[in-house]
């Protein structure tokens, strides 16, 4: 109804998209700066929570880009656009795997 309708008005989907980034990486980021600033010592945690964040979002773009089918018109763009998805992906995977990792040594 309304909302898909408001999307849809001419630059309401990229101050939407600007909000829930900013509703995502605002939050930790403060509590970084608090945490240097009140107990230095836990700054790593803090950093791994934005870390985190900051991974989930391009995540989260690249599944939209993928469930959307968002593509090149052109079978030679499509070719170049499918291995840059690749590379992200697996870049995604590894950062994953070092917060895990990094989290993993931070609790034991």
Do not use: C, H
Not at 30 to 48: D, F, K, N
Not at 76 to 101: G, Q
Request: aromatic share 6%.
């Amino acid at each position: 109804g309304f909302a898909a309708v408001l999307a849809f008005n001419r630059g309401t989907s990229e101050v939407i998209a600007g909000v829930a980034i900013a509703a995502a990486i605002i939050p930790p980021t403060v509590v970084t700066g608090l945490v240097l600033v009140l107990e230095p010592v836990s700054l790593i945690s803090s950093a791994l929570l934005v870390a985190g964040q900051i991974v989930g979002l391009i995540a989260g773009a690249l599944v939209a880009v993928t469930l959307l089918k968002v593509e090149p018109r052109e079978a030679r763009d499509k070719a170049v656009a499918k291995r840059y998805l690749i590379r992200s992906v697996v870049l995604i995977v590894l950062l994953f795997a070092l917060l895990l990792w990094l989290t993993w040594l931070m609790w034991r």
